[in-house]
């Protein structure tokens, strides 16, 4: 099968669910939680299918910019859902879903870029999957962080909106989002360590900027998160550190790659 049927199937279903989530809460209603995750449910079975398809056209795993994308949106939307059966997440979903919409469709169209196949050995795609799951917590976080902002703004200017009233606590929302950066802390340490196990040499020409950047990254989250503890951070100041971690975080996976496949072609 190509992989054009069941992308044009999991954006339309995104698009689906992003409307009736949307228009939900619009009317101040909370949506049917069973129909809103079947909807997303179907949408990442797609997803899914034409993520492998682009994934394994050519010998090893080819993992371009816009497969990449693609990927981490997949993994952020099911964790998100997994998350929404025990803790309050769902307007997370709200602003999640168009990026799957998004980036599965900039996968099925846009072309790549110049990228060489990746090793399938086991401990490749353990380093793999661990970075992707902590850029997927972490992207949580980030959006979680506006969420909060955005909640904390319009209660001090007692006007909260229609999406803000379903919103949980503000207490609550804030400890949804150490929640998230602890657990993404935790994967990235685990993905960094990955990384100097398996990869042959992380300080190679074409990973420096990343390595370095990613470790960075775990720096600012490491010193936001013992803020937290210690100092009792929150706030904007947490919000604060947490974008400049997860900047820090992209530009070294997604700008790395932007350059080498767009612009160096290597």
Known sequence: MHPLLPSLVASALYAGATFYQGLRLARHEKPNKPLLALLIAVALLFHGSSLFMQLHAAPGLSLDFFNAASLIAFAVILLTLLACLRIPVENL???LLPLGLLTVLLAQFLPSGTVSPI????GILAHILLSILAY???TMAVFQS???LMQDYQLKHKHPSGLIRNFPPLQ???SLLFGFLWAG???LSLSLVSGWLFVENLFAQHLAHKTILSCFAWVVFGVLL???HRLGWRGHKAIRWTLAGFCLLMLAYFGSKLVREFILHV
């Open 119 to 122: 090793d399938e050995a086991p």
């Open 93 to 95: 979903l709200l602003v």
């Open 226 to 228: 013992w803020g937290r």
């Open 146 to 148: 506006l969420l909060l």
């Open 185 to 187: 802390w935790a994967l």
């Open 172 to 174: 609550t929302m804030e």
């Open 136 to 138: 997927g917590l972490l």
